[in-house]
């Protein structure tokens, strides 16, 4: 899998578990003290995002590392 499609599969599943407990992306930002179109460049796979900012998502989302980046 190439590193562009990894991005892409865990901006997704961001997304998903976004969606699935109602939250905004705006919310979302603000809660990991982002901006809003960094989290939808996350969301969309258009950046290479970090562990830590992976943690803080997960935080937020009161999901583990590994929900967010089990994708293959």
């Known amino acids: 899998m190439k590193k562009e499609d990894v991005l892409y599969e865990i901006g997704l599943k961001i997304k998903e578990l976004r969606e699935e407990k109602n939250i905004s992306q ?8 982002f901006e809003k179109s960094n989290m939808s460049r996350i969301e969309s796979g258009r950046t290479n995002f970090t562990i830590g900012t992976l943690l ?4 937020v989302l009161k999901v583990k590392l590994i929900d967010l980046v089990d994708v293959e």
Do not use: M
């Not at 705006?26 to 003290?33: F, K």
């Not at 803080?56 to 935080?59: A, V």
């Open 26 to 33: 705006q919310d979302l930002a603000a809660a990991c003290n």
């Open 56 to 59: 803080k998502i997960g935080e």
